[in-house]
C-alpha cells in the first residue's frame, strides 16, 4: 500500500544542513495501522510529511496506491493527496467558520453538487459522534471534540490512508482512549490504512499493527508491535517498552536479595498457564514474586514476571531451564553476592 524506498530528507539553512530523514526504507500493507515512535527530533514529523509530500524528499521515492508520488506533477500530485488525509496535534481548524463549514470546505475541491456535499457532511459528522454539533465554532469544543472535526474532514473524500501527526499529544488519557478508539473503528470499516507518528509508546500499544523506532532520521528497528514488546533488540526501543512495562527494580531490593533473579517473558497463550508454580512443583526451589504483569497488547497476553529463586545452585538451574524451555525468554537479571 505505502512503499518509501531509501527516503532522505535534508534541510539546507543559511549555515549548513540538518539530515531529518536518513535513508528510510519501509513498506506499510493496505488496511494496517503503522506506529512511528521516536524522541523529539527522530524524523517523525518529516518521515510523516513525506509521505504526502508536505515535504518534498530530497531523494529516495514514495509510492501510495501504485502511484509513485514523487514523480508526479503539481496538478497530478493534488488529484494524488485527496486520498492522503491528515489530522494534526493541534487540530488546525478554521476558527471563523462553523464545524460544520470546516468539513464542507474541505469537499470543495471535490466539486461536489450542494446536495451531496450536505449529505456527506452530515454522514461524517455521524460518523465522529458530532451530528448534535454541526453549528457550533471550533472554540466552543473540547480538544477530543476538536480532533473528532478534523478526523471528519480529513476523512471526507473517502481517502485511502490517514496520516495522524500526533493526534492525540494534546489530549487527556481518557480523550486519548475515545480518539484512538475511534481511529480503530474507522480503520475497520473503511479498510484504511493509518499511519501515526507518536513518542507515546501506549498509542501503539493500544492501535497499531506494526511499528517502527526512529532514531536521528533512520529507522533502527520495525516489526509487529507484540514482537517488539515481547522481544524489543535495540536500546530504544528497550526503553520505549519499558516505558509501559516498567519494570526496572531499585538497587536496594536487588542487593537485599539471597537467591538468583530471573524477569521471565510468556509470549501469547503461554501467558495463561501456570509454567512457574509447575515449575516450583518439580523442583526445590522456592520462588518469590518481585514483580509482574500481563498485558495485553492486541488480544495477545504478554506476561513478564521477576521472581527471585532460592533453593540449592542445581535445583535453581534446572528450574531455570524448565521454564526456558516452555517461554524461550528468561534472563538472569542478578545473583546474590
Ligand atoms: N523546516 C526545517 N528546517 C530545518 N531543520 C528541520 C526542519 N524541520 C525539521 N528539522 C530538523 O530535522 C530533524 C527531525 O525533525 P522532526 O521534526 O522530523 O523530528 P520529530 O521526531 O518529528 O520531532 P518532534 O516530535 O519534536 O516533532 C530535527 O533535527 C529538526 O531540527
Redesign the pocket.
Known sequence: MIQINDLVKV?K?KKDQ????DHVSLSIKKGEIFGIV??????????LRCLNLLEKPTSGEVIIDNISLTKLNQKQLRAARLKIGMIFQHFYLVSSKTVYENIAFALKAANLPAKKTHERVIELLEMVGLADKKNVFPAQLSGGQKQRVGIARALANNPAVLLCD?ATSALDPTTTKSILALLKRINKELGLTIVL?T?EMEVVKDICDRMAV?EA?KVIEEGSVYDMFANPKQELTKNFVNSILQFELPNHLLEERKGKIIKVTFQGPIAEEGIISDAFQHYKVKGNILHGKIEYIQNNPLGIFIMELTGEDDEITKAIQYIKDRTKNVEVIHHAS
Not at 38 to 47: I, V
Request: net charge neutral.
Open positions: 534541510y539553512t540538518v539530515v531529518g530523514v521516536g524522541y523529539s527530533g527522530a524524523g517523525k514529523s518529516s518521515l500526533e507518528i513518542h526512529m532520521g
